[in-house]
T-cell receptor, first 116, second 112 residues
Framework: NAGVTQTPKFQVLKTGQSMTLQCAQD?????MSWYRQDPGMGLRLIHY???????DQGEVPNGYNVSRSTTEDFPLRLLSAAPSQTSVYFC???????????????FGQGTRLTVV | GQQLNQSPQSMFIQEGEDVSMNCTSS?????WLWYKQDPGEGPVLLIA?????ELTSNGRLTAQFGITRKDSFLNISASIPSDVGIYFC????????????FGKGTLLTVNP
């Protein structure tokens, strides 16, 4: 049982390059989300999805796009990378029940991104 | 937006000591969660609290959901070296709000 799988684990980008961070879960969770973790800032929500075809913005969405075409996958796209996007990115998933997320979220191992 | 104040930011303790950390919020939460993050890994859920006043244990860990619903505490008894990591509190206001709000974390170092 793989849980939440993120790829790649490490990535270096040049300013202005684009890339997609992949996230896949095999638990049939409806809710998936992306966080970024910066020193002294904790985890901040970028985007989230409560099901295929449904996405919404979190606390820090600027510079990132997401889509949810399947239940399993929730990729995060950086269209034009900036040094301010240097961070560790975590994908998380959980069930949705009765109109609210199940708060017991499962996290992936993270993607460490450096933008130079 | 909602904010969580987590303290202390870091702790350096000796093996065998007890540890206490807490989170306070400017608004009410319906759920409090405590996560641990090991170096190079994603956060892992330790304890979930769903009711004001609730006291829940998980081995040497005990967490409480404050009566005011604006705070929570995590205690670790008889610390061991593998307790090292970053501990995060998180709150959820419930209903159709699908967002978790995280504290900034407490970095715990345990000296053998």
């Amino acid at each position: 049982n793989a849980g939440v799988t993120q790829t790649p684990k490490f990535q270096v980008l040049k300013t202005g390059q684009s890339m997609t961070l992949q996230c896949a879960q095999d638990m049939n969770h409806e809710y998936m989300s992306w966080y970024r973790q910066d020193p002294g800032m904790g985890l901040r929500l970028i985007h989230y999805s409560v099901g295929a075809g449904i996405t919404d913005q979190g606390e820090v969405p600027n510079g990132y796009n997401v889509s949810r075409s399947t239940t399993e996958d929730f990729p995060l796209r950086l269209l034009s990378a900036a040094p301010s996007q240097t961070s560790v990115y975590f994908c998380a998933s959980s069930w949705v029940k009765t109109g609210s997320m199940n708060t017991e979220a499962f996290f992936g191992q993270g993607t460490r991104l450096t933008v130079v | 937006g909602q904010q969580l104040n987590q303290s202390p930011q870091s702790m350096f303790i000796q093996e065998g000591e007890d540890v206490s950390m807490n989170c306070t919020s400017s608004s009410i939460f319906n759920t409090w969660l405590w996560y641990k993050q090991d170096p190079g890994e994603g956060p892992v859920l330790l304890i979930a609290l769903y009711k004001a006043g609730e006291l829940t244990s998980n081995g040497r860990l005990t967490a409480q959901f404050g009566i005011t619903r604006k705070d929570s505490f995590l205690n670790i008894s008889a610390s061991i070296p593998s307790d090292v990591g970053i501990y995060f509190c998180a709150g959820h206001s419930g209903g159709s709000n699908y967002k978790l709000t995280f504290g900034k974390g407490t970095l715990l170092t345990v000296n053998p």
